[in-house]
C-alpha cells in the first residue's frame, strides 16, 4: 500500500503563508499527477493545484496568483506555496498522488485562517 507524509498546516492570520509539502515513498517510482484538494465544512471537495510529472499544473479558480505548486521527481515530494492566505482558504487539505493509474489520499491536514 502507498503511504506518504502531509505536513506544514497549521494556524495563521490573514495574509499570512503557509508552505505544504506531502513526500511519496522513495521506493515508488514513475509518480504521475500530484497536488492538493480542500474541503471546508458543508461544502464539495474542491480542487486545489496539481502538477504532473512533466510541470503542467493546474490551480482552483480561487487560488491562482496566490498559491504556487512545485515538485521534485527525483525526491517524489510535492510543495504548495500558499501567499496572501484568505480566512476562505480554511480547510482541511488533502494530498493526492497518481501511481500507476490509481488516486492514493493523504489523511489531510488543517490550515486555519484568522481574521
Known amino acids: 500500500q502507498v503511504q506518504f507524509v502531509e505536513s506544514g498546516g497549521g494556524l495563521v492570520q490573514a495574509g499570512g503563508s503557509l508552505r505544504l509539502s506531502c513526500a511519496a515513498p522513495?521506493?515508488?517510482?514513475?509518480?504521475?499527477?500530484m497536488g492538493w484538494y480542500r474541503q471546508a465544512p458543508g461544502n464539495q471537495r474542491e480542487l486545489v493545484a496539481i502538477?504532473?510529472?512533466?510541470?503542467?499544473?493546474n490551480y482552483g479558480d480561487s487560488v491562482k496568483g496566490r498559491f504556487t505548486i512545485s515538485r521534485d521527481n527525483a525526491k517524489n515530494t510535492v510543495a504548495l506555496q500558499m501567499n496572501s492566505l484568505k480566512p476562505e482558504d480554511t480547510a482541511v487539505y488533502y494530498c493526492?498522488?497518481?501511481?500507476?493509474?490509481?488516486?492514493?489520499w493523504g489523511q489531510g491536514t488543517q490550515v486555519t485562517v484568522s481574521s
Open positions: 522513495p521506493t515508488i517510482f514513475e509518480v504521475n499527477t
Open positions: 502538477i504532473s510529472r512533466g510541470g503542467s499544473t
Open positions: 493526492v498522488v497518481n501511481y500507476q493509474a490509481v488516486d492514493y
